[in-house]
């Protein structure tokens, strides 16, 4: 087997606050959104250059708490773009982890995590001031 794609599948319960959190603070851009008539739950993809997630409003489609582990590079300068944003429900710190990276974790208005995740460089990052923000 090879596998092509992983699309982790996060619930969701309420469709603004699902903008709010991951198109206008996250930066994450709709594909496409699903309902199978007016007014019934959404399922929708949304991405962030090639992070795809799938957010689901029904029932059985996620358990709210699940994690998200993504690796990437230029973490400390996307969690700076997001705490200059003053999104007032998050402001995740900066950390560097037992694992030998720079990370950080956003938690979404249903109890998902995201933690994003790049390998710590001591040149690269030697100007970084590492911290927490509840």
């Known amino acids: 087997m090879k596998a092509?794609?992983?699309?982790?599948?996060?619930?969701?319960?309420?469709?603004?606050?699902?903008?709010e959190f991951y198109i206008d603070w996250l930066g994450f851009e709709i594909v496409w959104e699903h309902h199978f008539e007016e007014n019934t739950p959404v399922y929708m993809e949304v991405k962030k250059g090639n992070i795809l997630l799938h957010l689901s409003e029904h029932h059985g489609d996620g358990t709210p708490g699940s994690r998200v582990f993504i690796w990437g590079q230029g973490i400390a300068e996307y969690h700076k773009e997001l705490l200059d944003k003053k999104y007032k429900y998050n402001r995740p710190g900066l950390e560097k982890t037992f694992y030998g990276a720079v990370s950080f974790t956003v938690d979404d208005p249903f109890g998902n995590k995201i933690i994003f995740n790049e390998e710590f460089d001591e040149e690269k990052h030697k100007d970084l001031e590492f911290f927490s923000i509840h």
């Open 4 to 19: 092509e794609k992983v699309i982790p599948v996060l619930r969701i319960f309420d469709y603004s606050k699902t903008v």
